[in-house]
């Protein structure tokens, strides 16, 4: 599984990336978790499955929402306390709900 997460410039979201990529080998679970800016995003729609929005770009999500779906990739916005979320159980328990892996 492909996902990226979003946020302004890149930074907050690399975080998230790392905590997310830590429970899902925690886990066992395969995925491929990437990080950047919301101005790259379109570069990034055609390789993903799934992407997570910070709470922060919520002006901008149903453009983003949009441009997403165009590309077949399933989109959410992240709520602060998953963003924010010590760990990346929360995240993961997202990815795998939009995924249809996990109910």
């Known amino acids: ?48 499955d799934v992407l997570l929005v910070g709470p922060h770009l919520e002006a901008l999500f149903a453009r983003i929402q949009q441009q997403a779906a165009a590309a077949g990739v399933q989109a959410s916005l992240m709520s602060t306390t998953v963003f924010t979320a010590r760990d990346g159980e929360e995240a993961l328990d997202l990815v795998l709900v939009m995924a249809g892996t996990r109910s």
């Open 1 to 48: 599984m492909r996902i990226h997460i979003v946020c302004g410039a890149g930074a907050s979201s690399t975080f998230v990336a790392l905590r997310l990529r830590t429970s899902a080998a925690a886990r066992g679970i395969a995925a491929q978790v990437t990080a950047g800016s919301e101005s790259d995003l379109a570069s990034m729609l055609p390789v993903i």
